[in-house]
């Protein structure tokens, strides 16, 4: 994490997995460092002035999240999302698989800046063998010192505790989680009160994801500067961007925020697989709105992407070829956020539902005059009314979608079925 242009999937002959190799690399340096010299409210500022920003979707200030605990109150907890569940998104699996120490020692740092004494993890319940790699590294931590009572004989109580979820993909909204940590229905919470003022037990809680706290070794031991010289002035430091979809090198690339979304594609993937040509992408995961060829000049920047119709979420670049389908292609998305609606708000229940169905017509030949401004409707009605985020997403790719593509809905309706389905059945039958 931020040390090289690129991430792959070569750390060395021996990897990162265990405690020594980990260490060998300068592991747990920062952690000592924030021990023996930073004083937890100096840590904030520190990370604070650094610039660093949530890697999980938001993008808000880390640092700033951390000084909204309420001062005096304990105890507090710190919660690690690793319930990475994003179509598109893989990094945090990465990340944890292959360098799980440097996730837990930025949680360990992060556990010291915020004064918590018990951390906890939550990680997805498909992810085993990931959650295997942490079991392991919390042991060995564990047994070096770095986890336990009097850390380093700093003073400093800290302990682990590693949590699988169950599969829910609402889980990654940060009050589900919570909810679901407790023992209950992974629903989300209304909010205020924020996670920071009553969060995990009804105490005040700092949720972070997997790649924001994998950051701050890096910074506590090279400094705030170091890490703020790279990116942008309101993108600081590198992000690890998922890239899936028609490409031919898919796979995480860690890059400076800034970076062309052109330099991504084109260079580090290899371009458009099978020498198609780029139709269309998704520059933050499945909800994000689409984007097209005319903005392969963005940067990889939060707000630079926002400018332009879209948001960076979860770091997840989906990138889809002229042969690509945008109506079934948004059709499949409404599925997937039905499916995974906890059902607690009716616009999002019930507007998912309904969005889908309309979809089905479409697909099948069955749509009329009027539905495309239907579906607009719906989504008009959804986002912004449900309870979480679930259901604003739920709408924005299918409603970029119309903007962008909408004369692919009318092809629907005026040929009663998908034309591209209908052309891959002809080329099939020829063959």
Known sequence: MGLKPVLTKDFGTEGLRQLDAYERTGGYAGYKKALSEIKPDDLVELVKKSGLRGRGGAGFPTGNKWSFLPKGMYPRYLVCNADESEPGCFKDRYLIEESPHQVLEGILIAAFAIGCNTAFIYIRGEYLPQYEALESAIEEATAAGYIGKNVLKSGFDVDVILHRGAGAYICGEETALLTSLEGYRGEPRLKPPFPAVKGLYGKPTVVNNVETVANLPHIVVN?????????????????????????????????????????????????????????????????????????????????????????????????????????????????????????????????????????????????????????LDMGYNIDGRSFCPLGDASTWFPRSVIKYFRDEFEQHIAEKGCPFRKETEAAVAVA
């Open 223 to 375: 400094g705030a500067d170091w890490f703020a010289s790279m990116g942008t002035p309101t993108g600081k430091g590198t992000r690890v961007w998922c890239m899936s979809g028609h490409v031919n090198r898919p796979g995480n690339y860690e890059l400076e925020n800034g970076t062309p979304i052109r330099e991504l594609i084109m260079e580090h993937g290899g371009g458009v697989w099978k020498n198609r040509r780029l139709k269309a992408f998704q520059p933050g995961g499945a909800s994000m709105m689409v984007l097209l060829p005319e903005h392969l000049d963005v940067g990889l920047d939060f707000d630079a992407i926002q400018k332009a119709g879209s948001l960076a979420g979860a770091g997840a670049m989906v990138v889809m070829d002229e042969t690509t389908c945008m109506v079934d292609a948004a059709r499949r998305y409404v599925k997937f956020f039905h499916h995974e609606s906890c059902g607690k708000c009716t616009p999002c229940r019930e507007g998912t539902f309904w969005m889908s169905n309309l979809f089905d017509r479409f697909e099948f030949g069955e749509a009329r005059p009027g539905d495309v401004d239907l579906l």
